[in-house]
């Protein structure tokens, strides 16, 4: 089932030639509107011009988070601040977080490419799509949104949270296809087992779950307990949101969206462009986007690229699910999670060395978050309740600056340990990801 056939199967060759009008497009209109690009380019003495195969992006230099987090908060838009209807939002690697802005017609596009997605894990305008993604800033809950309202789905926008209320709905509204991210979902499972529902039973035709990473084991976990078919969903705030790359029944790779994002890999050290295939960064660029064109953008995911044709019959690229980062962010409980912003928080209490560690497990279902911290000398030997009220004081800058509610546990000086060859462990990560 295809939402968008003509487009879905077009020849790589027609593809191209459309990708590269698209680029050529997309670079003059930020050389010409956005200051960030043509200060870069003329400084790169690259120029709208230049590009005159899809090959030739390799020119232009990378956009990072950091270049995104400068421009803060609307310096990236590309059009008047009017025609910017919608704004997301996510963590930056330190201080401020990076803005993504939308345009009616991004709106629509956002919309299309999740609903082709949906078409695909076989959901149509029948369906009913309960969808627990979180509702706010982050982009899972308004770009899951908008796509099953173009597919002309039920749309359930229950967000995350209330488990028991969840299950109760998806049992008395007959939902047919749950979204979420795979931990909440292995939770909502277990919940709705102790509420005496079996989800096997709900008569689900497809979930679709993403926006962190998991393991092929998780997936089948997944399958089994709610007895239907789990599909990869990516995306990232910066370049749109969900539905940059979703899976097809092939379950083999995301198919990405090339009409609207064109996907390089690139050695995470060198820049250099990598062969399909070979496992990298993923560089991704707005090719379709008005609001805020995002070119060459470094996603620090770790994946590899394939274009041979799916068996589905799609003949867009496929990414690897993501296997790592290139950096030290982590996902906890769906949200992206920085040391850098630890740190950061750490610096603003007295009485605390540098030093820490970030120890992520999941005991049961959930993700949880230690911090250790060095107390310093002279306050560690003070009352416990000293002790205790700079541990809540931590915990409450933390959770200010990332939004996530942590253990926070001061150790005696000198008790973490120190690197003698150069780079720090500061996170520990003990939920076995890759
Ligand atoms: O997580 C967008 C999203 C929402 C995707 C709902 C899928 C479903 P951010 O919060 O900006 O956006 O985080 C983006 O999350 O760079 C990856 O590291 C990670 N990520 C997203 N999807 C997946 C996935 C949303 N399917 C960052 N598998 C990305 C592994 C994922 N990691």
């Given at each position: 089932m295809m939402w968008n056939e003509e487009i879905e199967t077009m020849s790589r060759e027609d593809l191209k030639e459309l990708q590269l009008k698209k680029l050529q497009k997309t670079v003059k209109q930020a050389f010409d509107k956005v200051p960030y690009y043509n200060k870069k380019y003329t400084d790169y003495g690259v120029?709208?011009?230049?590009?005159?195969?899809?090959?030739?992006?390799?020119?232009l230099p990378f956009t990072t988070k950091d270049d995104l987090r400068s421009a803060y908060p609307f310096g990236m838009f590309a059009v008047d601040k009017k025609e910017i209807i919608e704004v997301h939002s996510s963590s930056g690697t330190t201080g401020k977080p990076v803005v993504s802005g939308y345009t009616q017609k991004d709106l629509d596009n956002w919309a299309e490419i999740v609903a082709r997605g949906f078409k695909s894990f076989g959901i149509g305008d029948e369906d009913i799509i309960q969808n627990t993604?979180?509702?706010?800033?982050?982009t899972g809950g308004f770009g899951v949104h908008y796509g099953a309202l173009k597919l002309g789905a039920t749309v359930v926008p229950i967000s995350t949270g209330q488990s028991r209320r969840q299950v109760e709905i998806m049992n008395d509204f007959g939902t047919t296809c749950l979204i979420f991210t795979p931990s909440y979902g292995l939770y909502l499972g277990e919940v709705a087992l102790e509420e005496g529902i079996d989800p096997k039973e709900i008569g689900l035709k497809a979930i679709g779950f993403g926006a962190e990473m998991w393991t092929e084991e998780m997936r089948q976990n997944i399958e089994k307990k709610f007895n239907t078919k789990a599909y990869n969903i990516y995306g990232l705030t910066e370049i749109?949101?969900?539905?940059?790359g979703m899976e097809c029944p092939a379950q083999n790779g995301l198919h990405i969206a090339e009409d609207f994002v064109y996907p390089e890999i690139i050695?995470?050290?060198?820049?250099k462009t990598l062969d399909e295939g070979t496992k990298g960064e993923l560089v991704l660029t707005n090719i379709d986007r008005e609001g805020m064109p995002i070119i060459r953008?470094?996603?620090?995911d770790i994946t590899a690229l394939h274009y041979d044709k799916c068996s589905c019959g799609r003949t867009f690229a496929r990414m690897d699910r993501i296997t790592g980062r290139a950096d030290d962010m982590i996902k906890v409980k769906g949200v992206a999670v920085f040391p850098s912003q630890i740190e950061k928080a750490l610096l603003k209490v007295s009485g605390v060395e540098p030093h820490y560690q970030i120890i992520v497990t999941r005991p049961g279902l959930m993700d949880e978050i230690e911090v250790k911290v060095e107390a310093s000398p002279d306050i560690f030997s003070d009352a416990i309740k000293d002790m205790v009220q700079i541990q809540k004081k931590i915990g409450d800058y933390i959770q200010n600056e990332i939004g996530l509610a942590v253990k926070v546990t001061l150790v005696a000086p000198k008790s973490i340990p120190r690197t003698t060859k150069g780079k720090v462990q500061h996170v520990i990560d003990k939920r076995n990801l890759h």
């Open positions: 120029f709208p011009e230049d590009i005159e195969t899809l090959e030739d992006i390799e020119k993604h979180g509702y706010g800033l982050f749109m949101g969900p539905g940059i050695d995470s050290n060198t820049g953008f470094r996603t620090k």
